[in-house]
């Protein structure tokens, strides 16, 4: 195999396909499919992945490639097929996709180095200072770049490009004694008397056993300075190596073991057909549908075990928010050491270093949000995927896939089961489970027989027309000052999402916007500012309203803090937490913020999203919702499903252990169905409910979606842009398909761009996907040139 077919790292469509290069003599055998080499490419020089080595090409003149950038494959003939799939399924540019499979660590930096050729004459020698290469930024610094640039010119040297990982292995020292013991007693014997410092270190090791360790950790173990070790060196009785050091971010935390639970008998029913699967190693969906506490995380610790028993390996998804060091803790505490997790709240080189203990096979299971879908196991014994219903698992930029199919997909190659897991599962999946495309598994029961909390539905308008002004009802405020009295916990969870703090005029109604996007600004009373969360525009909070100069003008909305400032005020003993972006955004405070509450130093956590899930501590007895339906008018057809999901998240949280718990949920709307069923935990009826509401409007599971958006600064050429793809996609799908379109997005302006957009509602239309890649086709070399964007996004999650 001479001849290494390139996909190139240049993300614009014309590239999209594999490019031939000669293999140097000199990387013969070295260079594989799945790695990333240099090559050039027109007149520059860039990266590459090797898709696959071929003898002969039909192309005349072939170019060489430069050299490889990996000693290893970076990825594995299953994860570049994959890689092809996903491609195509998401209307994306492979490079992209492959670069989504691997650590951020990797996607690598250039840098420019000049190389001189071996037989190159004296005066560059002196130019480089009888060094082979020197760095493109210290020739530039010692204005060597003209002498140089003629070197390069007479083919003397030579420009290398290669790429700087910006996460280095890191290294430690480590020694280890490698003489026997009797002859360190002999030792010991013949060091002489001032030797002291010897004598203690040999001493240590001799009493203690010492086997391998960390330099630094010896010198302090036995109290003795590093020098001693390095006179023990030199004499030959410790060795010294460098070894690679991961930097585990769990290292610091001993979880206690635990064992497989007898199951239960639902259990055992829905860990049958698992089982089966795992042994006839035939692929199968599951769907665990189970409410909260209903045992279906023993369930995937023990179906893990099984596969690891089988010699193969497991992928357990979490949703990102959900990956607490709870969740971590029962895989560990099952798994130990056989675990490597995977989030973005890990440093790059944390992930870098997570990821390449799974490469090297050195554990057996991970545990991850949305991209560990992608860990290059080769010997997949099962797939996971805990609160499948979450979107988090749909990726929101290039390319948008959804982790769900990645994961079907990798089931369908290694031949083994992907369990899906909620308690409210996503419509699509509980719709595929009736047709018996996913295997439906049911878990009915809380562990214990512990009943669902009761739920209180609140009518915020009632408390309004009672003369209540604050944002807890009366029943609500009761409750807490009760829990307070009990010493037990209480969570007041505030959905923020689409109705945060924004500023009104009581008199004529104006609410300030941001001049750059159509969205209104959010009032930050920690720095007194309006801020907006689109394009990050700051203002200062007026005085007086901009329209009619009335002085009425107040911020409406709750924020977490103006709920956080209105506890303390109303319940100065109380000791709250707070846990939103604003507490979260340093490194572990996550972490942090919930061992406090869980060590019970405080009363009442107070947070967003955040807590919705993964908490389970027994003294919370109290929840509460401050507002149930801010979410329930977004222009989102899944507005309802989300709002019922989350609401069943959170009145999960309550009384899962000895002590009972209830739910509050206050709420503008409460003879909406959503909020209705979630307070009764009705999932089958609003299931059904929500599914006839699907029909109706033509939605997912009834129909696919495939949502058009076209951005642009000047708003005449979105719309004329939008109008043209309109029309393209109508002459290319079947009377069948809906297209709604051109019309403005629902936030029609972002950052000073206007966002207009065409969606299709399909069931099958063979020829949209190549009738929606020549789009991007034609689109693309325009979109670089005057900043028009064109994204395209296939069973969109995000529908702003
Ligand atoms: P889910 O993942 O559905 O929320 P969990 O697996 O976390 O449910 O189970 C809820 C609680 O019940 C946990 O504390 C768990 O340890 C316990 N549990 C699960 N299965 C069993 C079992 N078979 N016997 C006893 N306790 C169990
Ligand atoms: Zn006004
Ligand atoms: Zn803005």
New binding site residues.
């Given amino acids: 195999m001479t001849i290494a077919q390139v996909i190139v790292d240049v993300p614009s469509l014309g590239t999209d396909k594999v490019f031939d290069y000669r293999i140097p003599k000199k990387w013969d055998g070295m260079i594989q499919p799945g790695m990333r080499v240099a090559v050039p490419f027109g007149p520059r020089s860039i990266q590459g992945f090797v898709i696959r080595l071929i003898d002969h090409t039909d192309i005349g003149k072939i170019k060489d490639i430069i050299q490889p950038l990996d000693l290893t494959p970076v990825l594995n003939e299953e994860l570049l097929q994959l890689g092809d799939w996903m491609a195509r399924e998401t209307i994306s540019y492979k490079v992209s996709v492959f670069h989504a499979m691997l650590p951020v660590a990797m996607k690598a930096k250039y840098e420019k180095m000049i190389r001189k050729k071996d037989d190159a004459p004296l005066l560059l020698e002196e130019l480089l200072k009888n060094k082979q290469e020197i760095s493109w930024k210290e020739a530039e610094k010692r204005n060597l770049l003209p002498a140089l640039y003629k070197e390069i010119q007479s083919g003397n040297a030579e420009v290398i490009y290669f790429v700087k990982d910006r996460a280095r292995k890191k290294l430690k020292r480590v020694v280890e004694p490698i003489v026997r013991k009797d002859e360190m007693e002999e030792m010991l014997q013949a060091l002489p008397s001032n030797a002291f410092n010897q004598k203690k270190l040999v001493y240590h090791l001799l009493k203690s056993n010492q086997g391998m360790i960390e330099a630094a950790d010896l010198a302090k173990k036995a109290e003795v300075p590093a020098s001693t070790i390095k006179a023990l060196i030199k004499k030959g009785v410790l060795s010294e190596h460098m070894v690679e050091e991961y930097r585990d971010p769990y290292e610091h935390k001993n979880f206690e073991r635990?064992s497989p639970?007898?199951?239960?008998k639902e259990?055992q029913a829905a860990m049958k057909p698992i089982l089966h699967s795992i042994e006839h190693q035939s692929h199968e969906t599951f769907l665990l549908y189970?409410?909260?506490?209903?045992?279906?995380?023993?369930?995937?610790?023990q179906a893990i075990q099984e596969v690891i028993k089988q010699g193969k390996e497991a992928i357990v998804l979490v949703p990102e928010i959900a990956l607490t060091p709870q969740m971590v803790e029962?895989f560990k505490g099952r798994f130990g050491s056989d675990v490597a997790v995977l989030h973005s709240r890990l440093s790059i080189g944390e992930q870098y270093d997570e990821w390449r203990k799974i490469q090297k096979k050195e554990v057996k299971v991970v545990v991850g949000a949305r991209s560990a879908v992608f860990a290059p196991f080769e010997h997949l014994g099962i797939i996971i995927i805990?609160e499948e219903h979450e979107s988090s698992y749909k990726q929101e930029e290039i390319p948008r896939y959804h982790a769900r199919e990645v994961a079907i997909k990798r089931g369908e190659y290694h031949r083994c089961p992907v369990i899906l897991?909620s308690?409210t599962p996503s419509l699509e999946s509980f719709a595929r489970a009736q047709k018996g495309v996913y295997h439906l598994l049911t878990?009915s029961k809380?562990?214990?027989d512990r009943g669902m909390p009761p739920v209180s539905v609140v009518d915020m308008r009632e408390e309004l027309r009672g003369g209540n002004r604050s944002m807890f009802s009366t029943e609500l405020f009761e409750k807490i000052k009760d829990r307070l009295q009990k010493e037990e916990q209480t969570v007041l969870f505030l959905n923020r999402r689409g109705h945060s703090t924004f500023i009104m005029c009581r008199d004529c109604g104006y609410v300030m916007q941001c001049p750059h996007c159509d969205i209104s600004m959010t009032y930050h009373r920690s720095s007194s500012e309006m801020k907006c969360h689109y394009c990050g525009f700051q203002t200062g909070v007026p005085t007086e309203c901009p329209e009619c100069s009335s002085n009425h003008i107040r911020y409406f909305g709750m924020g977490t803090q103006k709920v956080e400032e209105e506890l303390v005020k109303l319940l100065p003993e109380a000791r709250i937490v707070r846990m939103d972006v604003d507490t979260t955004t340093r490194k572990g405070a996550h972490e942090r913020i919930l061992e406090h509450f869980q060590a019970g130093k405080a009363d009442i956590l107070l947070g967003t999203q955040m807590i919705a899930k993964g908490l389970?501590f027994p003294n919370i007895t109290l929840v509460g919702v401050l507002s149930a339906d801010t979410m329930l008018h977004l222009p989102d057809f899944r507005a309802a499903e989300k709002t019922f999901q989350l609401l069943t998240q959170v009145s999960?949280r309550a009384g899962?252990?000895e002590l009972l718990g209830e739910v509050v949920v206050q709420t503008y709307t409460p003879e909406h169905y959503s909020i209705q069923l979630a307070a009764m935990q009705d999932y089958q009826r609003f299931y059904n409910e929500e599914m006839s509401m699907r029909k109706i409007g033509s939605y997912p599971p009834f129909y696919y979606l495939a949502l058009v958006t076209v951005i642009h600064e000047d708003l005449l050429q979105a719309v004329t842009v939008t109008e043209k793809i309109s029309n393209f996609l109508k002459s290319n799908v079947s009377r069948e398909a809906i297209l709604l379109g051109p019309v403005a997005s629902p936030i029609p302006k972002i950052n000073n761009r206007y966002r207009y957009q065409c969606l299709i509602k399909y069931k099958r239309e063979p020829n949209l996907f190549s009738a929606l890649r020549k789009i991007l086709e034609h689109y693309n070399p325009q979109a670089s040139r005057d900043g028009l964007s064109i994204t395209i996004d296939i069973n969109p999650y995000n529908m702003m």
Avoid: C, F, I
């Avoid at 639970?261 to 239960?264: A, G, I, K, N, R």
């Avoid at 189970?290 to 610790?301: D, I, Q």
């Fill in positions: 635990t639970l007898p199951l239960t259990q189970g409410v909260t506490g209903s045992g279906k995380t023993e369930v995937y610790l029962r805990d897991g308690a878990l809380r562990m214990n389970d999960g899962r252990h």
